[in-house]
């Protein structure tokens, strides 16, 4: 049976594809997981460890689908009026002393506040949804969340329920500080971004960094993915790695040798007080293995 | 209504590896299922990877256990030995048995070490009973009672309440106050967070170890439990029992007097990291831990592998919101511990803290509160 095209795509192949003219390479894992969602159209659940580039998939997945992304940043103490809708009741009370004697419709939409999730329900077709940091939320946001992720309605007591039209593109992340509900994880089409393979990796420096040489990203790439077998605290993400190559990258061109260009831009990379002695005592080991 | 058609013979082997799955412990849901057959559709498939990458994605194994995913996937589709999945997963195979107390009371026990590997449990689990004399309560237990209910971890709770000052501006009720003077604002209505106790879940170590301490810890869980709204009390040796029923009865020496009733592995040997992993496989009971204060009272001389415990309390720390050690061994703020276990869990620990004593315990407990704002590690 011959795939079916959803969005314009045909296939994970081709969605990897158009991910990467929009600079974001994909593994095929990720491609699959998210053309999956599109054609299930269930939300996709992103996990991995800060930094491997979870929002970034999302604002590219935005890109090539020609969507605004509506971006929900979670956080301890988020509820439900910072994700739906509120009222805007200054304004109310501004309208009612205009009107005077005037009847006022005061549930209009003019003030009626959109917030990320009612925006996605109302302009399902123009708009990807991300929830960002969804660890970060509090369970009842999270049981919350799932309703809301169930069925694409909510209901606001003065204006009666609201349903999508058609089922929202919507994505979530986390970066499992801790574990999520088995139903949330269930509702969705789950991937696990790991950090890419040091080839993969210089892929995507010289991909962001137009300017960067080979070489350079290349050594950069592996010298990271040693530093992140390190015990770290604040292990370095992609875009630590790509800041490295270039500021290398700078140095070198303004007449630095070769190790002492990475040494000196060290900072880029490891921004963790503790990290910082505990990486400089190795780093003549960690280069020499990182060197082409 | 009619009954669904017979599963098609295609779809078969799909729905078969779910069940293989659930059998080894993968929570799989019906949904799960078919959106994995849809899926497989979808992708055509043209290869075995499209089916591995689809399985992923709508099963959506736990990250720790996807080796064992991809084994039992290979051994399903493919075909290959069956081995693998019982290695990657040592430990996990192992018998759990849930009792229910007769008399249908809440305890709920786990045996933690099956009777096949019973080297170190068969002359540890004598199944002691405890008797515990019935003596005055001790001062800063006392004490510890009247303070615990103001602080106490807390958490804010969804929504706001009412309240007669706030940060918020309550304006849907101002407007309504403002309809009674003639839609003049006269007084402002507020409110604010509702805050609640944060659960609590405290894990006694009962084994030979720590038999000098035992009847003072579940003295300090009884205080615990009188004070708190939510709490959850388990001990732990060579099973693992829940105690909380117990530890709700408002006297003290018959509460430790059905505690000591219930609880059968009194001064046996300890096996850490099996009590806390038997306790993350009950949904039940991650249930209780997840966003709770977890307090594990235990001077973590792990019998058994240091390996299991460690990623026990991975898992428990990062399904609570704070883990919290507190060791008899540990003498003050700068302790360091000795075992090579302690030693490797620190890493997943928020605190690390003494519980030499009744006194330091409730000092230690009351603090915990004062801990606000973004994690920080022990270590």
């Given at each position: 049976m011959a795939a079916r095209t959803v969005y314009g795509l045909s296939g994970p192949e081709a969605l990897a594809k158009a991910l990467e003219d929009a600079f974001y390479l994909a593994d095929p894992e990720l491609a699959t997981a998210a053309w999956l969602a599109l054609a299930l159209g269930k939300p996709l659940l992103l996990e991995g460890a800060p930094g491997v580039g979870k929002t970034e998939a999302a604002k590219a997945l935005a890109g090539i689908l020609g969507r605004r992304l509506v971006r929900l940043q979670c956080y301890e103490g988020i509820d439900a009026a910072h994700a739906l809708y509120e009222w805007n009741h200054p304004r109310q009370l501004l309208e009612l002393r205009r009107a005077g004697d005037r009847p006022v419709d005061l549930w209009a939409d003019a003030f009626l506040i959109e917030r990320p999730l009612l925006t996605a329900l109302r302009h399902p077709r123009e708009v990807v949804l991300l929830i960002d940091e969804i660890d970060r939320a509090d369970q009842e946001f999270e049981a919350f969340l799932l309703e809301f992720l169930s069925d694409f309605s909510i209901s606001i007591p003065e204006r009666g329920t609201l349903k999508a039209s058609e089922r929202p593109v919507v994505i979530l992340t986390s970066n499992r500080t801790r574990e999520l509900h088995e139903a949330l994880r269930r509702r969705c089409v789950y991937h696990w971004i790991d950090y890419p393979s040091p080839e993969q990796e210089a892929r995507i420096v010289m991909l962001r960094a137009a300017g960067v040489a080979e070489r350079t990203a290349k050594a950069v790439a592996r010298a990271v993915a040693r530093l992140r077998q390190e015990p770290l605290v604040k292990p370095p993400g992609i875009a630590e790695a790509v800041e490295w190559a270039q500021a290398v990258d700078l140095l070198i061109a303004g007449g630095t040798p070769w190790p002492e260009a990475f040494r000196r831009s060290l900072g880029v990379v490891i921004k963790d007080e503790e990290d910082l002695p505990y990486v400089k005592e190795r780093l003549d080991s960690l280069l020499a293995e990182a060197r082409p | 209504?009619?009954?669904?058609?017979?599963?098609?013979?295609?779809?078969?082997?799909?729905?078969?590896?779910?069940?293989?799955?659930?059998?080894?412990?993968?929570?799989?849901?019906?949904?799960?299922?078919?959106?994995?057959?849809?899926?497989?559709?979808?992708?055509?498939?043209?290869?075995?990877?499209?089916?591995?990458?689809?399985?992923?994605?709508?099963?959506?194994?736990?990250?720790?256990?996807?080796?064992?995913?991809?084994?039992?996937?290979?051994?399903?589709?493919?075909?290959?030995?069956?081995?693998?999945?019982?290695?990657?997963?040592?430990?996990?195979?192992?018998?759990?048995?849930?009792?229910?107390?007769?008399?249908?009371?809440?305890?709920?026990?786990?045996?933690?070490?099956?009777?096949?590997?019973?080297?170190?449990?068969?002359?540890?689990?004598?199944?002691?009973?405890?008797?515990?004399?019935?003596?005055?309560?001790?001062?800063?237990?006392?004490?510890?009672?009247?303070?615990?209910?103001?602080?106490?971890?807390?958490?804010?709770?969804?929504?706001?309440?009412?309240?007669?000052?706030?940060?918020?501006?309550?304006?849907?009720?101002?407007?309504?106050?403002?309809?009674?003077?003639?839609?003049?604002?006269?007084?402002?209505?507020?409110?604010?967070?509702?805050?609640?106790?944060?659960?609590?879940?405290?894990?006694?170590?009962?084994?030979?170890?720590?038999?000098?301490?035992?009847?003072?810890?579940?003295?300090?869980?009884?205080?615990?439990?009188?004070?708190?709204?939510?709490?959850?009390?388990?001990?732990?040796?060579?099973?693992?029992?829940?105690?909380?029923?117990?530890?709700?009865?408002?006297?003290?020496?018959?509460?430790?007097?059905?505690?000591?009733?219930?609880?059968?592995?009194?001064?046996?040997?300890?096996?850490?990291?099996?009590?806390?992993?038997?306790?993350?496989?009950?949904?039940?009971?991650?249930?209780?831990?997840?966003?709770?204060?977890?307090?594990?009272?235990?001077?973590?001389?792990?019998?058994?592998?240091?390996?299991?415990?460690?990623?026990?309390?991975?898992?428990?720390?990062r399904l609570a919101h704070r883990l919290v050690w507190a060791n008899p061994l540990a003498s003050g703020p700068g302790w360091r511990p000795e075992t090579a276990a302690m030693r490797a869990v620190l890493p997943y620990l928020d605190a690390l803290v003494p519980a030499g004593s009744i006194a330091t315990l409730c000092r230690e407990v009351l603090a915990l509160a004062r801990d606000r704002g973004e994690r920080r590690r022990a270590a």
């Open positions: - | 209504m009619s009954w669904p058609p017979p599963l098609p013979r295609a779809a078969r082997p799909f729905v078969a590896f779910a069940g293989l799955l659930r059998a080894h412990g993968f929570p799989v849901a019906p949904e799960q299922v078919v959106a994995f057959l849809e899926a497989v559709e979808l992708l055509g498939p043209r290869h075995v990877t499209d089916i591995r990458r689809a399985a992923i994605a709508t099963l959506a194994p736990p990250r720790e256990r996807i080796d064992e995913f991809l084994a039992l996937f290979a051994a399903h589709f493919l075909g290959q030995g069956r081995t693998a999945p019982a290695e990657a997963g040592e430990g996990e195979a192992e018998p759990l048995r849930v009792q229910e107390e007769a008399g249908g009371e809440e305890e709920l026990m786990l045996e933690v070490v099956g009777e096949s590997k019973g080297e170190a449990a068969s002359p540890a689990e004598a199944l002691g009973l405890r008797r515990f004399a019935s003596r005055p309560a001790a001062r800063p237990l006392e004490r510890f009672r009247r303070e615990a209910p103001r602080r106490l971890p807390r958490r804010r709770g969804a929504g706001l309440v009412r309240a007669k000052r706030g940060p918020v501006v309550d304006l849907a009720r101002s407007l309504r106050r403002a309809a009674a003077h003639e839609g003049e604002l006269v007084e402002l209505a507020f409110r604010r967070r509702r805050v609640r106790q944060r659960r609590l879940v405290l894990l006694i170590d009962v084994s030979g170890s720590m038999k000098e301490q035992s009847e003072a810890n579940l003295r300090f869980a009884h205080a615990l439990a009188r004070a708190a709204e939510r709490l959850e009390v388990l001990t732990f040796g060579t099973r693992l029992t829940r105690v909380t029923p117990a530890l709700r009865l408002r006297s003290v020496d018959r509460a430790l007097e059905r505690a000591a009733r219930t609880v059968r592995d009194w001064d046996g040997g300890t096996r850490i990291g099996e009590a806390l992993a038997a306790f993350l496989r009950v949904p039940r009971l991650v249930g209780f831990a997840r966003g709770a204060v977890v307090i594990v009272l235990s001077d973590g001389l792990e019998r058994g592998d240091p390996e299991l415990m460690v990623r026990s309390v991975e898992r428990l720390a």
